[in-house]
């Protein structure tokens, strides 16, 4: 599947979202409610756990309108606390409500047993998104931007200018409910395929980076919408390259581009450029100095006692000395293991063979090895064989094939029964051994060669 094929829709997904989020968060920051936009997409997202619990499944239309009917409800909330010579700041009763919601929806999520279902909420299924899913967003949104075209002047005045607006006679609770109910239609349909982090940085970044350059609405817009884009393409190439979750790669991606304009703007409205690029530079140095403080920190603490639980150390004790347990029983078990090979076949086998035998890995590479030798010195595979026949520990099918083996080895059985362990083949493997000796002898003057 080529990048276009799987990247399309959601390219074309979030263009959409830069498009209606920029515009957006301009009015939130221009309200100072920045994570107003966080609370209702927490809140829309606690809509689709709940209704989770009743049985609608979080990607159908059900759940979409249980989770606008939950946005509808913390819009009514943050009209309703606004007030004009407010004592405690509406961002105080935003957090609280983003609070909230997420304590609720853990703890639905918890009787639900929804572990994904929550990862989904916060970072989304960006690369599942369809054309149909585009397609819906397109024309909601539309429908939402031409309700903020038509009442432009209203929606502008309240946020740039609440006390203006009063005195105009306006009723200001009235257009933030319209404003809230709209945005909440916004945040319910983008978190079901961004999550609730992706859009809150879809209406802020593009945002705080227009404000910073320009003061006037349609440059804002271009500013935002541009970013927004450039950060898109960039975001989700670096998750196809490098592999990684494309809602979080275009964070990655927002953050760095964000911090990298934010240089540039201080740079080109300072009147001492000179001045600027010193601070810069001594910033970076000093940034990257505190990354390399921060790794080698990290990388000593990881390596001292301190960084490990108490609990740790004595479960990493008690495996340490199970493994010293098993590892002497092994061995001895094994050196058991060579006498009663040594006391069956010693007098005609060298030890070094034995040994040999021991150290590899088990009765294939074994009887692979008694193979190897057989095409070469019928004498020497015979003489291996014997140690592989003598220990007690072959298996019964490994057993049937070495006897297989022997047949070719020695032209003949030697009595050795294959359903017996090598206790029971005692005599068999004394007439071998007593073969493998003769053949050692050779003619008259030969000598035993191990």
């Not at 029983?329 to 069956?344: D, L």
């Not at 094939?401 to 294959?418: H, I, K, N, R």
Request: net charge neutral.
């Amino acid at each position: 599947m080529s990048i276009f094929e799987l990247m399309g829709a959601p390219f074309a997904e979030c263009l959409v979202l830069v498009a209606i989020h920029t515009y957006l968060g301009l009015h939130v920051l221009k309200r100072r409610v920045i994570f107003v936009d966080l609370a209702l997409a927490q809140i829309a997202a606690l809509g689709t756990t709940v209704g989770f619990l009743f049985g609608i499944m979080p990607e159908t239309p059900g759940a979409l309108l249980f989770s606008m009917l939950f946005t509808f409800v913390g819009a009514a909330v943050f009209c309703v606390t606004r007030f004009r010579n407010e004592k405690v700041p509406q961002e105080a009763v935003i957090g609280l409500a983003y609070a909230v919601s997420c304590a609720v929806a853990v703890m639905v999520v918890e009787k639900t047993r929804g572990a994904e279902h929550l990862k989904d909420i916060l970072t989304g299924n960006l690369l599942w998104v369809r054309w149909s899913d585009v397609a819906l967003a397109a024309a909601t949104y539309t429908g939402v931007g031409l309700v903020h075209w038509r009442f432009r002047r209203q929606f502008l005045m309240i946020s740039e200018d609440p006390e203006g607006a009063y005195r105009a006679g306006y009723s200001v609770r009235a257009w933030d409910f319209l404003f809230y109910v709209t945005f909440g239609i916004v945040i319910a349909l983008s978190t079901r395929v961004a999550g609730v982090l992706l859009v809150f940085v879809f209406l802020v970044a593009p945002a705080i980076l227009a404000l910073a350059v320009t003061d006037r609405l349609p440059r804002q817009l271009v500013v935002g919408w541009g970013m927004g884009t450039a950060v898109t393409v960039g975001g989700l190439y670096a998750s196809w390259v490098l592999d990684l979750p494309s809602g979080p790669a275009v964070i990655a991606f927002y953050a760095v581009v964000l911090s990298l304009a934010g240089i540039a703007v201080f740079v080109w409205r300072t009147a001492d450029r000179r001045r600027a690029v010193r601070l810069v530079l001594v910033g970076t140095a000093t940034a990257a100095g505190t990354v390399l403080v921060v790794w080698g920190a990290g990388k000593w603490l990881g390596s001292t006692d301190i960084s490990v639980s108490r609990d740790a150390r004595e479960l990493a004790a008690g495996v340490d000395a199970d493994r010293a347990v098993a590892a002497s029983r092994q061995s001895e078990e094994q050196e058991q293991g060579r006498r009663a090979i040594e006391s069956r076949v010693g007098q005609c086998v060298g030890p070094n063979k034995i040994d040999r035998y021991l150290g590899m890995a088990g009765p294939e590479e074994r009887l692979t090895h008694v193979r190897a030798v057989l095409a070469t010195s019928k004498r020497k595979a015979l003489e291996f064989l014997l140690v592989v026949l003598a220990d007690d520990e072959l298996p019964l099918l490994y057993r049937e094939e070495a006897s297989a083996v022997l047949q070719q080895a020695g032209g003949e059985t030697f009595g050795y029964d294959s359903q017996l362990d090598a206790s029971g083949n005692s005599q068999a493997i004394a007439r071998i051994c007593d073969r493998v000796r003769a053949m050692k002898k050779g003619p008259p003057g030969g000598h035993i060669d191990d």
